[in-house]
Nanobody, 123 residues
Framework: VQLQASGGGLVQPGGSLRLSCVAS????????AGWYRQTPGRQRELVAA???????NYAGSVQGRFTISRDNSKNTVYLQMNSLKPEDTAAYYC??????????????????WGQGTQVTVSS
C-alpha cells in the first residue's frame, strides 16, 4: 500500500492550499488518516487526523483554519489550509492505517506514510 501526497507549493501569507493524499494498492480498510508536518531539526507533529471513531482532531495552532476531509470512494484524504501563516511552512506528510489480506488470507495491519509535500508560506 502506498500513499501519494500532493498539492504543496509556495503561497503568500493569508493564502490557501489544498493538499491531497491518495492511497493505492491492495487493502480493504483505510482508517485514522491524518496529516502531519515537520520542519528541519524538529519532530514531526500532528496537524489534523481522523480518530478511530471517525471524529477529527486538530492541532491547536491550525484549529479554525485547516479542515481535514476524505473521499472514501477515491481513497483520498484532503487538507484544506486557509489563512496560512509563515509558521505553517513545513513538509507535510499523510499517514493512515490499512488492513489487507496476506497471500494466506491473514489480516495484516500496517501504518503507512506518504512521501511528503512541501508547503512554504512567504511573501
Amino acid at each position: 500500500v502506498q500513499l501519494q501526497a500532493s498539492g504543496g507549493g509556495l503561497v503568500q501569507p493569508g493564502g490557501s492550499l489544498r493538499l491531497s493524499c491518495v492511497a493505492s494498492g491492495s487493502f480493504f480498510s483505510m482508517s485514522e488518516a491524518g496529516w502531519y508536518r515537520q520542519t528541519p531539526g524538529r519532530q514531526r507533529e500532528l496537524v489534523a487526523a481522523f480518530t478511530s471513531d471517525g471524529s477529527t482532531n486538530y492541532a491547536g495552532s491550525v484549529q479554525g483554519r485547516f479542515t481535514i476531509s476524505r473521499d472514501n470512494s477515491k481513497n483520498t484524504v484532503y487538507l484544506q489550509m486557509n489563512s496560512l501563516k509563515p509558521e505553517d511552512t513545513a513538509a507535510y506528510y499523510c499517514n493512515a492505517q490499512f488492513l489487507a489480506y496476506s497471500p494466506t488470507m491473514e489480516i495484516i495491519a500496517t501504518k503507512n506514510w506518504g512521501q511528503g509535500t512541501q508547503v512554504t508560506v512567504s511573501s
